[in-house]
């Protein structure tokens, strides 16, 4: 079982910044990718980036230049920096983690936070 400690979000107003933390514990022997997804009104759950355990990281078109994440292994933290928000960015952000759990380290899991808001207006 994986609980998650997720902060930063809130209301901003356009060209503002945000950063999103997300700290992952629980029965966690390694883990291999992290990732931040959101859900906007009325849309589909979205990849926002990714980093992996080796530090390669991937973003949605839409927010390249604009966001960055970041991971400190030893914590088990992913981060996501939000620079120049826009009204479009407004949606719940879950963070995803991928690892081994310590009862089998023959397979891997997926495990979900419970989201917090970012709402971009003015």
């Known amino acids: 079982q994986v609980q998650f400690v997720e902060s930063g979000g809130g209301r901003v107003q356009p060209g503002g910044s945000l950063r999103l933390s997300c700290a992952a514990s629980?029965?966690?022997?390694?883990?291999?990718?992290m990732g931040w997804y959101r859900q906007g009104p009325g849309q589909q759950r979205e990849l926002v980036a990714t980093?992996?355990?080796?530090?390669?990281?991937n973003y949605t078109d839409s927010v390249k230049g604009r966001f960055t994440i970041t991971r400190d292994n030893a914590q088990n933290t992913v981060y996501l920096q939000m620079n120049s928000l826009k009204p479009e960015d407004t949606a719940v952000y879950y963070c995803?983690?991928?690892?081994?759990?310590?009862?089998?380290?023959?397979?891997?899991?997926?495990?979900w936070g419970q989201g917090t808001q970012v709402t971009v207006s003015s």
């Open positions: 629980g029965s966690i022997f390694s883990i291999l990718d």
């Open positions: 995803n983690v991928h690892f081994i759990p310590i009862a089998s380290r023959k397979i891997t899991l997926r495990s």
């Open positions: 980093i992996t355990n080796g530090g390669s990281t």
